[in-house]
């Protein structure tokens, strides 16, 4: 479809099928790609006329249709009696597949409303994509020959809403451009995404997944769910890992918002939820696929060793935050309802060389860590308000700045509410830090609050603390982890044994 003009009203509206191996082109027009309304089978419209009542015999075509419109009461299909071969509100639409290599679209509109599955990439220039468009368009003379003529044909097309699933599978390059994702449209994203200067927006009951990479230098505005992750490779069990990133953030909206971040993802960008959405970060390691070996040292790069890569600041302060086996690197302040870490790490980087505080009201963490930096004077701060609960957990501090005097340092690390478990952390003044010093943490239950407070600090000379702290700074911190993990809990059996 091409005009040479400015946009006009032409509009391309697809009901049937495409399979194409080329490129489509639309400019200055509009296309939608939709199911096909199912036609029905009808009654007359008129009246029996009969001169000679007395003739006549029983008008079964009235009967019938109180028949039938008796039993479409019962069994709740009231739409097969209108007597209209189709409707908007019929729920029997037969799907629309189309397919092709690359939809290329400039100045145009381009819709995929219900019934509808599409196969194909996107390209875009000063357009608007809806994937699960509401709108769609019937034929009132579908099935008719109105001119009683086999080799002509008349339409009388109408337009309404109605809503079906819908389904996209591709990548999408979009410049200037908008796309709007609606209600029960499943997106998969399986090709690059690259999003520039173009919004887009998830509704309730939309999902979306992303695999490989996604970049936007928007936000995405999320109501539905968002799921970003590496792609599985054809005919293999190894994934290859999945970059992403949102220049202005994830911003969800509502209590049935979901973010999704797993199989092998490393994701960039703040979130924002201004209601109880839900945020989860990783899956459990039994659960990990096998990173492609031709990935393998750019997977240590993205990843350190956990299943996903999370980068950015998170206000949430009505949101659930789950991690399992998942780094998060927390750049900025961060406020959370609750969080929940499992074989997890969060590790501060802060902007700019500011310290960054995480508040969070109920935190529940278990066989994880919270590397937290500090110097003589401050350090970043993790404040739990309401409930700090678990076990096997590593307290690490990364010194940014010391100097000869190793003692009077009094810098709150944690905060928690009174009466917290003194075990929730293993702080000890063991070779176990973070870089070549190891610090020396105080817990306390004071009359309203509990805390780990940083009162110094030691030195560490031995070689196998260095190559710990080496291991740990350049990027293994799985392994790392792991190993203190495992020491940790044979020091409590032997504990046990011992009485």
């Known amino acids: 479809i091409n005009s040479q003009d400015k946009k006009t009203n032409a509009k391309l509206i697809l009901d049937g099928s495409v399979n ?17 309304a199912t036609e029905h089978a009808i009654f007359r419209s008129s009246a029996n006329h009969c001169s000679l009542v007395f003739l006549c015999g029983t008008d079964w075509v009235t009967v019938l249709k109180e028949t039938e419109s008796s039993y479409n009461k019962k069994f ?49 220039n000063k357009s608007a994509i809806t994937i699960g468009d509401k709108n769609v368009y019937i034929d009132n003379l579908a099935g008719k020959n109105i001119t009683n003529n086999g080799f002509d ?26 796309i709007a994702i609606g209600d029960q449209a499943v997106v998969t994203l399986n090709g690059a995404t690259f999003l520039d200067n173009t919004p887009i927006s998830i509704d309730k009951g939309a999902k979306v997944i992303a695999q490989i990479s996604m970049f936007t230098t928007k936000g995405i505005d999320i109501s539905g769910e968002l799921t970003m992750m590496g792609i599985p490779e054809q005919n293999s069990k190894t994934v290859t890992p999945g970059l992403h990133y949102a220049a202005d953030g994830f911003r969800l909206s509502g209590g049935n918002a979901n973010f999704i971040a797993r199989n092998m993802a490393s994701v960039t960008g703040n979130i924002y939820a201004d209601d109880a959405a839900t945020i989860t970060l990783g899956q459990p390691e039994t659960e990990t696929p096998t990173i492609s070996s031709a990935y393998q040292a750019w997977a240590e790069t993205l990843l350190y060793g956990f299943d996903t ?9 009505k949101a659930t935050v789950s991690m399992n086996n998942a780094i998060w690197h927390l750049n900025s302040q961060s406020s959370i309802n609750r969080l929940e870490t499992k074989d997890s790490m969060v590790r501060f980087t802060g902007d700019n060389g500011k310290f960054t505080t995480l508040t969070v009201n109920n935190l529940t963490i278990d066989d994880s860590a919270f590397v937290l930096r500090a110097n003589l004077a401050q350090a970043d701060q993790l404040v739990v308000n309401k409930s700090l609960s678990g076990k096997n957990n590593l307290l690490l501090v990364d010194f940014i700045e010391k100097n000869g005097n190793s003692n009077g340092l009094n810098i709150d690390l944690v905060s928690a509410p009174k009466g917290t478990a003194v075990d ?7 070779s176990i830090g973070f870089s070549d010093v190891t610090p020396v943490i105080e817990q306390k239950n004071d009359t309203d609050k509990a805390t780990w407070t940083l009162i110094g600090y030691k030195s560490v000379a031995n070689a196998d603390a260095a190559k710990k702290a080496t291991l740990l700074m350049s990027g293994g911190y799985k392994a790392f982890l792991a190993e203190v993990n495992n020491l940790n809990k044979r020091m409590g059996d032997l504990r046990d044994i011992n009485g």
């Open 76 to 124: 709740n299909s009231d739409y097969k009696s209108n007597n209209q071969q189709t409707s908007f509100d019929q729920p029997d639409w037969k799907t629309g597949v189309f397919k092709f290599d690359t939809l290329h679209l400039n100045n145009a509109d381009f819709s995929i409303s219900r019934n509808a599955n599409v196969e194909g990439n996107i390209s875009a």
């Open 153 to 178: 044909f008349k339409q009388t097309i109408s337009t309404n809403l109605s809503i079906g699933e819908t389904k996209f599978t591709g990548g999408i390059t979009a410049h200037n451009s908008q």
């Open 424 to 430: 929730v952390f293993k702080a000890t003044t063991r």
């Open 309 to 317: 890569a999370y980068r950015g600041a998170i206000t949430a302060p």
């Open 20 to 36: 194409t191996k080329n490129d489509v082109e639309v400019s200055n027009a509009s296309l939608t790609m939709q199911g096909h």
